[in-house]
């Protein structure tokens, strides 16, 4: 199914012109075929990291029968945490987090339950059992894990659970807990993702981040999330929802590189819901307080230092390669200095014409998982089937799963003014209220969808942004409109879905050039 969805946001082969980007389709592009493949080699192609983008490529590969192999080996945290097949995403990242905050949104319906008659104790205090719910996260987690390793063992992909580095091009070491020894490939990917960044302050290594978090052996009770991106919002919203006490640190903006308006309604409702944020502070240093507690320093908004007690402090603050173990020199794979991922071109070749690099560790590719995987299938087909279709990065659509979700794709009203201009410009927008929130009386006032499309025919949408409830669910069909370039009047002539949060965004006429209110009005008129 996901493959599906995916699919739908991969350019096809036609000719096809998006208005605010570069059309990269109709370029020609080489392929090779399996004549092309090396006899000689171990293998056609060796994918190096087992996560969302080598475990498709490989599959995929394997598919269009090539010999493959993945190594996969997960480096153990500074606290010692480690995990099985399948990268970031299945282990620390979106499905711990996904399944999380769940949890979190499952409270707040209990909050809401008595309004709707349900008869809870009469106090309606419910506690929440850290153990029970990180015990169910890793199972599923654990499952999963297995589930990779069977699919590649069906797909007849050999699966090493070792360390890949390079000898020289074609040739990658191969070293496990016990043994090593050297494989050969016509080609080479390198999928090896990347991995949470410590600050650079002292007493950093007593704080955790989120590769240890969702694995945490007791609740990380009062804690200090540090970074003002997805996964600082992120981790901070579902600890908030769990019901422990947690202060939020942002050093500048919210979600850098979003539709601002939208990212200051998330931090809004957050600070609503009692949150405790720390705006334009930095961390100074963290010291053992005792009884396994952490004492954190920083440098407050007025150039003033400030310290407080917590049990854990999670670093949120961005990610990072570990290409050292790799020993790319080797091979002549060239790096981005400034952040160290490595540099491709369009087709995902690095440098070396016989290297490839995906997901993550690609240079200036979105962070996500999906994106991984349709760049990884893509190419596989490349390499072996013929194909020259190449990965879209245009239209990507994310959900940052905060306790009020936010959803977007195409560009924020920012970008869009500042690329086509004001007058070139309509923005359509209004806040709502979820027909959910009305009995049990939830605030309702950071509820807020934006449509951002240009003035000049065909009218095309730009950008569409959701703030609510389910946001991903929502934005994961604007994005295959948008895809397939929808413009403002096809998008106002659907029919709505009623009554759904979704149908907001087809119902949005009022334009911010009016100055109309954009509050919410009526509700099935
Ligand atoms: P990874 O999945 O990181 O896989 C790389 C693998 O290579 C790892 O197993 C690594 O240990 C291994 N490796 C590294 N070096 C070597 C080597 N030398 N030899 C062998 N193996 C090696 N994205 C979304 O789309 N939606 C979300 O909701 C979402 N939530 C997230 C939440 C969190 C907390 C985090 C941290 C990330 C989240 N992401 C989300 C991002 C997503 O997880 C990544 O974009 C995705 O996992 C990248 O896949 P990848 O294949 O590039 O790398
Ligand atoms: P980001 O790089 O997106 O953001 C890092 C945050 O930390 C910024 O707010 C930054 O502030 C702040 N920061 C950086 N250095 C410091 C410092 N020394 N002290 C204090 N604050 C600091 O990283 P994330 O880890 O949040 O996310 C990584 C990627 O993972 C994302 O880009 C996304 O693609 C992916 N992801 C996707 C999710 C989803 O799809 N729902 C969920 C989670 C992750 P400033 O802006 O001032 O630089």
Partial sequence: ????????????????????????????????????????????????????????????????????????????????????????????????????????????????????????????????????????????????????????????????????????????????????????????????????????????????????LFSLKKSPGRTLVVGGSYVGLECAGFLKGLGLPVDLMIRSIPLRGFDQQCANLITDHMSGEGMNILWRCSPLEVVEAGNDQKKVTWLSDDGKKESQVYDTVLWAIGRQPRLQPLNLQAANVQLNQKNGKVIVDDEERSSNPSVFAIGDIAQGRPELTPVAISTGQLLARRLFAKSSRLMNYDMIPTTVFTPLEYGCVGLSEEAALKKFGEDECEVYHAFYGPYEYTIPHRSSEQCYTKIIALRDDPKTVIGIHFVGPNAGEVTQGFAAAMTCNITIDQLQSTVAIHPTSAEEIIKLRITKRSGLDPRAVGCCG
């Fill in 1 to 212: 199914m996901r493959a599906t969805l995916m699919t739908a946001m991969i350019r096809t082969g036609a000719k096809q012109c998006c208005p605010y980007a570069a059309c990269s389709s109709s370029r020609s592009v080489a392929y090779y075929s399996k004549s092309a493949i090396d006899t000689n080699s171990n293998y056609d192609l060796v994918v190096i990291g087992g996560g969302s983008g080598g475990l498709a490529c490989s599959k995929e590969a394997a598919d269009q029968g090539a010999r493959v192999a993945v190594l996969d080996w997960v480096a153990p945290t500074p606290h010692g945490q480690s995990w099985g097949l399948g990268g970031t995403c299945v282990n620390v990242g979106c499905i711990p987090k996904k399944l999380m905050h769940q949890a979190a949104l499952v409270g707040n319906h209990l909050a809401d339950a008595a309004a709707y008659g349900w008869q809870l104790p009469k106090d309606h205090h419910v506690p929440h059992d850290w153990n029970t719910l990180k015990n169910a996260v890793q199972d599923t987690i654990k499952a999963s894990n297995w589930v990779y390793r069977v699919q590649l063992n069906s797909k007849k992909v050999d699966y090493f659970n070792a360390l890949g580095s390079f000898l020289d091009s074609n040739t990658i070491k191969v070293t496990d807990k016990k043994s090593e020894k050297t494989i050969t490939a016509k080609y080479v990917v390198l999928s090896t993702g990347l991995r949470p960044t410590y600050p650079n302050i002292p007493g950093a290594e007593l704080g955790l981040t989120s590769d240890d």
